[in-house]
């Protein structure tokens, strides 16, 4: 959401909202190659894919909901809706989606 606020609302970042950033991706990548890398669930059958499956899953969704984040703040700000309207059009399109 960050950067898709940054590339499309023109908003400016702070160096430690860069360094949180920096540290979520940081933890993202050890725990999604630590579920890579594990041993403990090995069978014949298993090579990876069901893995790395759920993490593109997983990044889907987070993209989703960033891009969702981002209309919701250029619609409250930029565009002349009553907040009610936003939260409505938030509700359908959760209701859509679900």
Same mark, same amino acid.
């Given at each position: ?17 860069? @360094? $949180? +950033? /920096?540290?979520?991706?940081? &933890?993202?990548?050890?725990?999604? %190659? ?14 990876g894919?069901?893995?790395? @499956? $759920? +993490? /593109?899953?997983v990044?889907? &969704?987070?993209?989703?909901?960033? %891009? ?19 939260? $409505? ?10």
């Amino acid at each position: 959401a960050a950067l898709l606020s940054m590339l499309l609302l023109g908003k400016k970042m702070h160096c430690v909202q860069w @360094l $949180g +950033i /920096g540290y979520c991706i940081v &933890g993202v990548a050890f725990v999604g %190659s630590s579920d890579l890398l594990s041993k403990h669930a090995e069978t014949v059958e298993d090579d990876g894919t069901e893995a790395i @499956l $759920g +993490i /593109g899953l997983v990044m889907l &969704g987070q993209g989703v909901q960033a %891009s969702q984040i981002i209309v919701e703040e250029y619609m409250l700000k930029r565009v002349d809706f009553p907040a009610m309207h936003i939260i $409505g059009f938030e509700g359908m399109w959760g209701f859509f989606v679900h």
